[in-house]
């Protein structure tokens, strides 16, 4: 399973990171991400990171805001999120991808930006 973490009330401009911890199975060479869903909205893809480190994926609105990163010995994902803006406001998911497509899912942690 995926248990997410961190997320909470900040400020615009405020910074938080989240984090996805896994059990059960190792994050190693799994495809595996950040989606979000504000209420009212579609979920998006925030952020993933592929199979190598080195691949990774930003949505356009987070770019230069948000890393991503994978700590394989804690067996963790994490997001950092920095310069936070109330449009960022949404229960934040992880999910890994052990197929074609993310089949595993976080319960989600919402995060809530004040202006």
């Known amino acids: 399973q995926l248990v997410e973490s961190g997320g909470g009330s900040v400020q615009a401009g405020g910074s938080l990171r989240l984090s996805c911890r896994a059990s059960?199975?190792?994050?190693?060479?799994?495809?595996i991400g950040w989606f979000r869903r504000a209420p009212g909205n579609e979920r998006e893809g925030v952020s993933c990171i592929g199979r190598v480190d080195s691949d990774t994926y930003y949505a356009e609105s987070v770019k230069g805001r948000f890393t991503i990163s994978r700590d394989n010995a804690k067996n963790t994902l994490y997001l950092q999120m920095n310069s936070l803006k109330p449009e960022d406001s949404a229960v934040y998911y992880c999910a890994a991808r052990r197929g074609t497509a993310y089949d595993l899912w976080g319960q989600g942690t919402q995060v809530t930006v004040s202006s």
């Open positions: 059960g199975f190792t994050l190693d060479y799994l495809s």
